[in-house]
């Protein structure tokens, strides 16, 4: 009797959590079914009546009942959860293509950027980093270099001088001057910076550029250990082996004095307009400390010896990223600036 | 500087090097190589023609001609020369030759068909005549032109023969020709040329220093007239313009051996002595280029009785100059100190051919040399001159040669290679330098005179000369021994690009300005130009100026690209020289940043003090009482931090810019000497803090900063912070008044405060508002 009154009651509450429309539906199903005051309730006040074998079978009955009925309604709801959930997941759709607000980050000068690279490179190689004034006396930017007044090196740089009777400088040379006086032999240092030539503007000609000039000095220093260090160089440079030439270049600061050419990276030396069909393109003038600029820089030639070169970072940038006109650098325009 | 291939193949006996590839040998071994051009290439199809008949054709000044061109035939072709006649010798350029870059074709002219042309000089590359063709003697049609051939010319770049006087000639570079190809020089000078017995120019130097030799010869019975063709197209592809026969063999003898010659007209020259001095003072000279020059006594001239004859080592002068009407002249070969001529001539702004080669300090044994040459040479171009008396030579004394040791050990040292003593000796002796052995490892060496007078004198100068021959190609990298020590910081570069970094993160992209300043910007900012370090040489007024600030490259910049944008942010780190008294300028870093925007709001202004607080965290601003004529005057403050004004904020002046542009200019210089501050660890604070609006009601233009600092000093040190919430202007508040609102937060470090605590700030903090006589909402 009792039996099948359940059984019709499990049947009807299934019925009636299936059917349920909503999770409140579902609540009130519970409450009338499985609440204290609930239908099954009901029923278990009848077990009293029951013998004890009648009594062990029906309450086993009772509580699997109430087990599936009580997992059967967790079930439901959970559906309603997860549907409700994924209603909500839904409604917030939003358009991922919409530009996002707030400024972007500004863009570093070219010419910052190589610097930055050149300056994290050489430092990893132990070279210290060095700086010296745009304004030089005719002294370090001239007789220290082994330049007295009235040489007709002096003509190769159009310079810029000054009422003061001081000028502009026109390589990043005095450094090596500088670096001798700081830092004493041995020493390696690098000097990028800012100089300048009296020379009109135009598409490859510029009064202002940047150069990045280079000195070691130590015991016993060769031709051989500047070109390991120039191939060393122009590796990281350009990401890649560059095939290197040495040949006779005239500076009066050094003795003997090189320009260094690399292959040319566009045609790999077959010839191209870059390379004005040579397969070579001048790249870095160098070469072996003269030892009236070490004696001047308060070194002695007879135990220290070195080397220096000069690396024309201006062109370096536009090799780098195919600038064809010089004048764009410091243009100060941002539809150029922003590329970088 | 141009060379001719086949000068220098003259010279070196049996060089079969094609022109090209001794460019490349030339770049690799000695100087560096610009290019090289063919020069005269038609020659190698231009022949000699007679002309048969020429006869006028009507309506037109042409003359139609008809040639015999020997083995190629009769031609008939169309001449506008005047000189165009039957019997005339000329040259003929058949169709199919290209000549200096036109093509000669079959074409018709004044309704004739031309056959090729009959050149002028101009047209064959000789010199500039262009009135008349032509005209030859002494050859047979069909026949090339005496002499002339098509030749290459090998451009070679001057500054890299600034320390080689020597190869400022084509006999210099033959000689470097022949160490590098191995193959032998021939000398063109033959010493026997000069004459024995006394001279009949006497010679007086004033200073040997200045002028270490002087050599003369005389001539007479000369015949001036223009040079054989040949003669004229050698040095008309070299740029130096043939004259007469006369200047066109000094000239010749210049770019043959590099020295210097002048020719003067003997019967203009006043007395018998040529006196090599300085300038008085006061003293002109009347140039062969038509201009008169004001010589000062630093200035070397040469002169007669009367007066400066020429400007030595520079031009000649007019009076003496060689003319149709000269039979008799003086040749000067002569050395001059190089730093005098160099002087002389940027101070008269007059390069020439003559002081280009001087002030590359010339060998004075050359002097003699190239005299002999000269006699030859005239005697070929002025048929019948004769030689007058002996060889008029004043000379220092010699300098002795300079003497170099060499030792093995040092130099392979030095090169980084191993070199064998017997290689070492062949390369330099084929450079004509002499070499003893006195030892073993141990080599004296003895410099030419041509390569004695500056280049070379440290044993450091053979390193190179030896390097170059074995060619440096042959030398094995290899590794230094490297550092163990980290480098030596640089502060400010890692200072500067932390700055960078951080300002570009903030939206900002970098510029960067040139040094320069225009007298005109400087007004324009209200700078007085005579403040600034000044070029004394600039290119252009515009750039006369160096920048003692970066505002008004700044500017530019936002002039410029307000054009293209609506709004941008940009910024430059960048020096300000200061002029300084007897010493080198005071160039300071200093950091500009602007924000710009086409609009009328104040956001730019907070913007770029947002950037200011980025890079300053905690600086202050405190309006300046003393706007500049650029800076918004309600809208300029000075940046203080850490107690320092350390730079400045501004709106541009709205007569400098349309739309809001806000600038911070910060001395970078400046904030680096302070140093970071420090920073200490403070405990975090472990009870729970309370938290209160407060509202000061203020005068429109009371600073809220002013009253935050007051805010501050009443809380105590219960307060943890304060932060700025909104201000309040309009009903209820008077017309002028504006409320100000705090948000304060207040804790103790060691409890929990009570409501009876938090009251106690929030009244002493109203209290002394009050007293300080604000209003306040509460
Ligand atoms: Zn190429």
């Known amino acids: ?340 | 500087m141009k060379f001719s291939y086949n000068w220098i193949r003259e010279m070196v006996d049996g060089l079969d090097v094609a022109p090209h590839d001794l460019m490349q040998l030339i770049t690799i071994k000695t100087a560096e190589c610009e290019g090289v051009e063919e020069a005269g290439s038609h020659f190698a199809k231009v022949v000699a023609a007679r002309v048969l008949e020429a006869e006028p054709i009507p309506g037109s000044h042409n003359r139609k001609a008809r040639i015999d061109a020997g083995p190629l035939g009769e031609r008939t072709l169309v001449c506008g020369a005047s000189n165009c006649r039957a019997g005339l010798l000329t040259a003929y350029v058949p169709s199919g030759t290209g000549l200096e870059g036109t093509h000669i074709g079959k074409r018709v002219v004044s309704g004739i068909e031309s056959d090729g042309m009959l050149a002028s000089a101009r047209e064959l590359g000789i010199n500039k005549d262009h009135e008349t063709i032509v005209e030859l003697d002494a050859v047979t049609p069909g026949e090339s032109l005496p002499r002339l051939q098509p030749d290459h010319l090998i451009e070679v770049d001057n500054k890299s023969l600034t320390h080689r006087p020597d190869l400022w000639g084509h006999h210099g570079m033959a000689r470097e020709v022949s160490a590098i190809t191995g193959k032998p020089l021939r000398d063109p000078v033959d010493m026997t040329r000069i004459p024995q017995g006394p001279a009949p120019v006497k010679i007086a130097i004033e200073d040997f220093t200045l002028c270490p030799r002087y050599s003369a010869l005389a001539f007479e019975n000369v015949t001036v007239q223009a040079s054989p063709l040949w003669f004229q197209h050698r040095l008309q592809i070299l740029g130096l313009n043939p004259i007469n026969n006369i200047v066109d063999v000094t000239n010749y003898v210049m770019a043959e051996l590099a020295q210097p010659m002048h020719a003067f007209d003997a019967g203009k020259l006043a007395g018998d002595t040529i006196f090599v001095r300085n300038a008085r003072e006061g003293e002109t000279a009347d140039a062969l280029n038509g201009e008169t020059y004001a010589l000062t006594p630093a200035a070397l001239v040469i002169a007669d009785a009367s007066g400066p004859i020429a400007i030595a080592g520079v031009i000649g002068g007019a009076h003496s100059a060689i003319g149709d009407s000269t039979t008799r002249l003086v040749l000067e070969s002569a050395n001059f100190h190089a730093a005098c001529v160099r002087r002389t001539s940027s101070r008269l702004k007059l390069r020439t051919d003559a002081s280009m080669r001087f002030e590359k300090s010339q060998d004075p044994v050359n002097t003699v040399r190239a005299l002999a040459r000269a006699v030859e040479l005239l005697e070929l171009v002025s048929p019948g001159i004769r030689l007058v008396g002996g060889l008029g030579d004043l000379a220092a004394p010699p300098k002795p040669a300079p003497v170099i040791e060499l030792h093995m050990d040092w130099l392979i040292r030095k090169l980084g290679r191993d070199i064998e003593p017997a290689e070492v000796q062949r390369i330099l002796e084929a450079l004509h330098f002499t070499v003893e052995a006195p030892a073993a490892g141990v080599f004296i060496v003895t410099v030419p005179s041509w390569r004695a007078t500056k280049d070379i004198s440290i044993k450091d100068d053979l390193i190179e000369e030896i390097g170059r021959m074995i060619g440096y190609a042959t030398i094995t990298p290899v590794a230094p021994v490297t550092p163990t020590e980290a480098p030596a910081d640089n502060p400010r570069r890692r200072f500067h690009r932390q700055l960078r970094q951080l300002v570009t993160a903030q939206g900002f992209d970098e510029v960067y300005n040139y040094s320069f300043l225009s007298e005109d910007d400087a007004r324009r900012f209200s700078l007085d130009p005579a403040a600034h370090v000044t070029v004394a040489n600039p290119i252009s007024i515009d750039q006369a100026l160096l920048r003692q600030t970066l505002i008004p490259g700044i500017w530019k910049n936002i002039q410029e690209n307000s054009k293209h944008f609506d709004e941008f942010r940009l910024f430059e780190i960048g020096y300000e020289i200061h002029r300084r008294a007897d010493a080198l300028p005071e160039e300071v870093p200093h950091l500009a940043a602007a924000v710009y925007q086409k609009t009328k709001e104040a956001g730019p202004l907070y913007e770029a003090k947002r950037l200011a607080e980025c890079i300053l965290p905690g600086c202050e601003l405190r309006p300046a009482g003393d706007a500049a004529v650029h800076e918004h005057p309600a809208r300029t403050a000075g940046i203080l931090w850490r107690g320092e004004t350390v730079g400045r904020l501004f709106e541009f002046h709205p007569n400098f810019v349309e739309g809001r542009a806000v600038v911070v200019d910060l001395n970078l210089g400046r904030i680096e000497a302070m140093g970071s501050p420090e920073k200490r660890y403070q405990p975090v604070r472990r009870y729970p803090e309370s938290a209160f609006d407060l509202s000061v009601i203020g005068q429109r233009r009371t600073l809220a900063g002013d009253v935050e600092k007051l805010i501050r000093g009443f809380a105590g040190p219960q307060l943890e912070s304060i932060r700025f919430l909104r201000q309040y202007e309009g009903a209820p508040l008077a017309d002028g008044a504006k409320s100000i609102s705090f948000r304060l937060v207040v804790a103790s470090r060691d409890h929990t405060l009570s409501n009876e605590e938090v009251t106690a700030v929030r009244d002493a903090i109203i209290d002394g508002m009050r007293r300080e006589g604000f209003d306040m909402r509460v």
């Open chain 1, 1 to 340: 009797m009792l039996e099948s009154q359940l059984q019709a009651l499990a049947a009807s509450a299934q019925q009636r959590i299936d059917a349920a429309a909503s999770p409140d539906a579902l609540e009130a199903v519970r409450v009338e079914v499985l609440g204290r005051k609930g239908a099954l309730a009901e029923v278990s006040k009848g077990m009293g009546k029951l013998t004890p074998t009648d009594r062990v079978r029906i309450g086993k009955l009772l509580n699997s009942t109430k087990t599936t009925l009580e997992s059967a309604l967790d079930a439901r709801l959970k559906s309603f959860a997860d549907a409700a959930l994924a209603a909500r997941l839904d409604a917030e759709w939003l358009d991922v293509t919409l530009p996002a607000p707030g400024t972007r980050p500004g863009a570093l000068h070219p010419l910052t950027r190589i610097q930055q690279e050149l300056e994290d490179l050489f430092t990893s190689m132990g070279v210290a980093v060095l700086d010296g004034p745009e304004v030089e006396s005719e002294y370090n930017n001239f007789d220290a270099l082994n330049i007295p007044p009235d040489h007709p090196a002096r003509d190769m740089q159009d310079t810029f001088w000054l009422s003061s009777g001081q000028c502009l400088r026109t390589h990043t040379s005095p450094v090596q001057v500088r670096g001798m006086a700081k830092l004493g032999p041995p020493l390696l240092m690098i000097a990028p910076g800012r100089v300048f030539r009296n020379e009109e503007v135009d598409a490859s000609h510029e009064h202002t550029f940047y150069q990045l000039e280079g000195m070691m000095v130590d015991r016993n220093v060769s031709i051989a250990h500047m070109l390991y260090f120039m191939r060393t160089l122009l590796k990281h440079i350009f990401n890649r082996e560059v095939t290197v030439r040495l040949r006779p270049g005239y500076f009066p600061f050094v003795e003997p004095g090189f320009e260094l050419d690399i292959q040319c990276l566009i045609c790999n030396g077959s010839g191209c307009p870059v390379c004005k069909q040579s397969g070579w393109v001048e790249l870095l003038p160098c070469g072996l400390v003269h030892p009236n600029v070490l004696r001047m820089g308060g070194i002695d030639p007879d135990r220290w010896g070195g080397f220096a070169f000069g690396l024309g970072l201006t062109r370096l940038v536009m090799m780098r990223y195919g600038i064809d006109d010089i004048r764009w650098l410091q243009s100060g325009d941002l539809r150029f600036l922003r590329q970088f």
